[in-house]
């Protein structure tokens, strides 16, 4: 992992920028959930829900895209293993 492990406030200012507008967003630091197995040291697992207008039409396929293009820089950073459940809003 890097010299400064990637903080929950970067990986939300990164989709806040890169996915707007975003009507919900949970950015979950998972790694004690993984402490021991064999990718645990190689950096932090996230979990990142997110709904956003951005994503209506999109395939799940481009909306992980959409997510991981986001977050790219932060993903060399340390970022070892990433679950993303990305929507868009359900009709009122």
Known sequence: MGAAAV???QIEAALRA???????LEVI????L??????AA??????VRLVSARLAGLT???RHRLVY??????LAQGI???????KAPTPA
């Open 69 to 74: 293009d986001a977050l790219r820089p932060l």
């Open 42 to 47: 190689e950096g932090s697992h996230w979990r």
């Open 34 to 39: 993984h402490a021991g197995h064999a990718g």
């Open 60 to 62: 799940p396929v481009a």
């Open 29 to 32: 630091n998972e790694s004690h």
């Open 18 to 24: 890169a996915i707007a507008p975003i009507t919900t």
């Open 80 to 86: 070892h293993a990433l679950a993303i459940d990305a």
């Open 7 to 9: 903080q929950a406030s």
